[in-house]
């Protein structure tokens, strides 16, 4: 009889459980449940999703273990009874980008954070929203005894317990702003400061540690969504993950740490002991939704046009700050299309400069990476943007190296299962699982395209 693992993706959109093989991998069901819009939600709308995913994905009566991977950085306060304070900012959630500017000057500046740190915070990080609750929200500020992240919290609901059973990973903690990658320590004096007074950490758990138990079923650590990716996709070495989903990230397992004091790269750390350099961007899939939706096209039409038009789009660019901006840090952005002509004001056109957009941003990302020592032999493309045509078509020229594209599946959840798998063997490293079938696309590198972008990128 074969053992059974799940793996839950709590992202920012959604909930989804799949249930696996520990072997082998082999995904044998799943299930799936919405989460609401917005930037800041109330934690007990991500505890329905997962009950309902759950019982969607078949219950985990034949479950041997199971581990959580979320979205990365967002506020859960939790007052001293363990209840929610306030409803959580997501990572998405620009309000702190002031909050931002000012814990960077306070403490030494962007090299000092970088090397303390691994990462110069955004808007994103839970620091600055920390201290965004402290400037705004002091009453509530004042509640807070403890501070977890949506995966935290998940895996605290599910296992039980007071607040001093709150554990996370290395992969989610270096998200916070207030952990030290290189270290592997928290830096307590980085949440005081930002919070106004200290509170309760999750316990930082081993990478194939059960810290706990549903029932019967064991929980893994859990960790943050991308190093989840990392885990489903088998990234190695030479590999450069690329996920196109409500955001967009480049990154890749590295056996040493970075510290980029110009904020491009994060410094997270991974869910196996390992480092992973990341860049993100704010704006990716949606950005195709959105242009859809101007041009009344569905996706696959949006493909079409887009690879009808020639590349570079006869000089027309999309800067797709459609929600403000990461990277580059521009959380107040908008978006712009530059250099229209009564000849190039055309769908295709736009379509086309609206994927070159996505892919120039992340591209930028990957040379950051590569500028900093990390290896990038080829591309791995995932995400829900990934299933666009023209997008994996026009990719290898923007990335200038080939771009590897697996069969769409629930990379996160699957990565989240394999360290469930992990924690059942107790070993060294996690479980090899077979590779998803893929896809191979190569074209000739149009470095015009990216010279075209940069420049309206830089003069804007």
């Not at 509530?140 to 609901?157: E, G, I, S």
């Not at 570079?312 to 002509?341: M, W």
């Not at 469930?420 to 074209?443: D, K, N, Q, V």
Request: a negative charge; glycine letters at 12%; hydrophobic letters at 40%.
């Amino acid at each position: 009889m074969r053992t059974l693992v799940a793996g839950v993706d709590s992202s920012t959109q959604s909930c989804k459980v799949v249930v696996c093989d520990a072997e082998d991998g082999t995904a044998v069901r799943s299930g799936s449940a919405a989460h609401p819009d917005g930037s800041e939600v109330d934690p007990r709308h991500w505890w329905s999703a997962l009950s309902l995913a759950i019982e969607r994905a078949g219950g985990l009566a034949d479950v041997a273990a199971l581990s959580v991977g979320g979205q990365q950085h967002g506020m859960v306060a939790l007052d001293d009874t363990g209840a929610v304070i306030r409803d959580a900012l997501l990572w998405n959630d620009t309000r702190s980008a002031q909050a931002a500017v000012d814990l960077i000057a306070e403490l030494g500046g962007p090299k000092a954070w970088a090397d303390a740190v691994g990462t110069v915070p955004t808007a994103s990080f839970t620091v600055t929203k920390l201290r965004w609750l402290a400037e705004h929200e002091p009453d509530n500020a004042a509640r807070v005894a403890a501070v977890a992240l949506p995966h935290d919290w998940l895996t605290w609901r599910l296992a039980g317990g007071d607040l001093d059973t709150l554990t996370t990973d290395r992969g989610d903690a270096s998200g916070t702003g207030y952990y030290a990658t290189r270290t592997g320590t928290y830096l307590p004096e980085h949440l005081t400061r930002a919070l106004g007074h200290g509170a309760h950490l999750p316990r930082v758990a081993g990478p194939a540690e059960q810290v706990g138990a549903a029932g019967p079923v064991r929980l893994g650590p859990g960790t943050g969504d991308n190093a989840a990716v990392a885990l489903g996709v088998g990234a190695e070495p030479g590999d450069v993950v690329v996920s196109i989903g409500t955001s967009g990230t480049v990154f890749a397992v590295s056996d040493t740490p970075t510290a980029d004091e110009t904020g491009t790269i994060a410094g997270f750390a991974d869910a196996t002991g390992r480092h992973l350099p990341l860049v993100c961007t704010l704006n990716a899939a949606r950005v195709l939704t959105a242009t859809r939706e101007i041009l009344s096209v569905d996706l696959d039409r949006l493909s079409e046009l887009a690879l009808s038009a020639p590349p570079g789009a006869d000089g027309v660019v999309f800067l797709p700050y459609l929600e403000g901006e990461r990277t580059p840090n521009r959380p107040d952005a908008t978006g712009s299309v530059h250099g229209l002509t009564l000849a190039t004001s055309t769908p295709a056109h736009l379509a086309r400069a609206a994927v070159e957009g996505v892919l120039c941003g992340l591209a930028d990302g990957l040379d950051a990476l590569t500028t900093a020592g990390v290896r990038a032999d080829r591309v791995v493309l995932v995400g829900g943007g990934a299933r666009s045509a023209a997008l994996r078509a026009i990719a290898p020229g923007i990335f200038g190296r080939p771009v590897l594209v697996p069969e769409p599946a629930e990379y996160a959840a699957e990565g989240a299962a394999r360290q469930a798998a992990w924690t059942l063997t107790g070993e060294a490293e996690p479980p090899r699982w077979e590779s998803a079938r893929t896809s191979l696309y190569e074209a000739d590198s149009t470095p015009h395209v990216r010279n075209r972008y940069a420049e309206i990128r830089d003069a804007t």
